[in-house]
Antibody, heavy 122, light 113 residues
């Protein structure tokens, strides 16, 4: 069973930085793509970015709204993905979900963690 | 970028009745090399993360009740709940996982009439 556990959320001032972690188990982490998706209170789901697996040279791609401010990385030995968030703005306040696509010939749809709350406020 | 549009935004259905949610993508999400539509449906209840219900437009995820079904191909898709149960009250999202950015529909809130 896919299990994803986010950590590192909290309160941060505008302009500040925060790093989220996502610990994975129950699937071959090294064969997966890892995503971050966020959801502001009462709003819909917004895809943030993705890091691919080793055959893709760990390619990253980001939503325009976070390009240049956020970065995603991964440690396949620790089965953990990260979201580094810099230059945070009030509009980045949201629950951040870690999600994964597994690969078995075809890429799967997304499986989700429980989420981590990030609040950007002075 | 692919834009996903769901209809309606909200829906009220009586218990035991059929619920239908539509999703339209601005371009095809059919991957020609494997003839699969990269379209998923998720259910989200208050305070919970999204839950995968349907992938490849019509394949039910393990453990999902068979009253949930997906149909469609190319750019037009439908999620159907054949007989609404009280526990189906939730917001439903479609998503294309064909290409980045992996966009979602705006969500459809399903309630009991």
């Amino acid at each position: 069973e896919v299990q994803l556990v986010e950590s590192g959320g909290g309160l941060v001032q505008p302009g500040g930085s925060l790093k989220l972690s996502c610990s994975a188990s129950g699937f071959r982490f090294s064969d997966s793509a890892m995503h971050w998706v966020r959801q502001a209170s009462g709003k819909g789901l917004e895809w943030v970015g993705r890091i691919g697996h080793k055959p893709s040279d760990y390619e990253t791609v980001y939503a325009a709204s976070v390009q240049g401010r956020f970065s995603i990385s991964r440690d396949d030995l620790e089965n953990t993905a990260y979201l580094q968030m810099n230059s945070l703005r009030k509009e980045d306040t949201a629950v951040y979900y870690c999600s994964t696509q597994t690969y078995s010939g075809f890429w799967s749809a997304f499986y989700w963690g429980q989420g981590a709350q990030v609040i950007v406020s002075s | 970028d692919i834009v996903m549009a769901q209809s309606p935004d909200s829906l009220a259905v009586s218990l035991g009745e059929r619920a239908t949610i539509n999703c339209k993508s601005s371009q095809s999400v059919l991957y020609s090399s494997n003839n699969r539509d990269y379209l998923a449906w998720y259910q989200q209840k208050p305070g919970q993360p999204p839950r995968l219900l349907i992938y490849w437009a019509s394949t039910r995820e393990s453990g999902v009740p068979d009253r949930f079904s997906g149909s469609g191909s190319g750019t037009d898709f439908t999620l159907t709940i054949s007989s609404l149960q009280a526990e189906d009250v939730a917001v439903y999202y479609c998503q294309q996982y064909y290409t980045a950015p992996y966009s979602f529909g705006q969500g459809t809130k399903l309630e009991i009439k």
